[in-house]
């Protein structure tokens, strides 16, 4: 797979942690090894998304798509293989 690399000083990165201060936010690429594990599941996301947020981590479910959707943030919601949301945007 071809991931992009990303600065923790992109202002992309900046932007939604200013917006979703409480949340753990990643970068896709340094969610290499889970994204490679489930390539039928996210393979066409890639190109289009740079971050991913795991149900796991998330502290507001309802509030990132609130955010998300207030800022025309473009996001898919997914579901792994245990049935927990990822939210790829």
């Given at each position: 797979?071809?991931?992009?690399?990303?600065?923790?000083?992109?202002?992309?990165?900046?932007?939604i942690?200013?917006?979703?201060p409480?949340?753990?936010?990643?970068?896709?690429?340094?969610?290499e090894?889970?994204?490679?594990?489930?390539?039928?599941?996210?393979?066409?996301?890639?190109?289009?998304?740079?971050?991913?947020?795991?149900?796991?981590?998330?502290?507001?479910?309802?509030?990132?798509?609130?955010?998300?959707?207030?800022?025309?943030?473009?996001?898919?919601?997914?579901?792994?293989?245990?049935?927990?949301?990822?939210?790829?945007?």
């Amino acid at each position: 797979m071809n991931f992009k690399q990303y600065n923790p000083n992109d202002s992309n990165y900046k932007h939604i942690t200013n917006l979703l201060p409480d949340e753990e936010i990643h970068f896709i690429d340094d969610c290499e090894i889970f994204f490679n594990e489930n390539p039928d599941l996210y393979q066409p996301y890639l190109e289009d998304y740079e971050f991913v947020i795991f149900e796991y981590t998330i502290h507001d479910y309802n509030n990132i798509l609130k955010t998300l959707k207030n800022n025309n943030i473009k996001y898919e919601i997914k579901k792994d293989e245990f049935n927990l949301s990822i939210i790829i945007f």
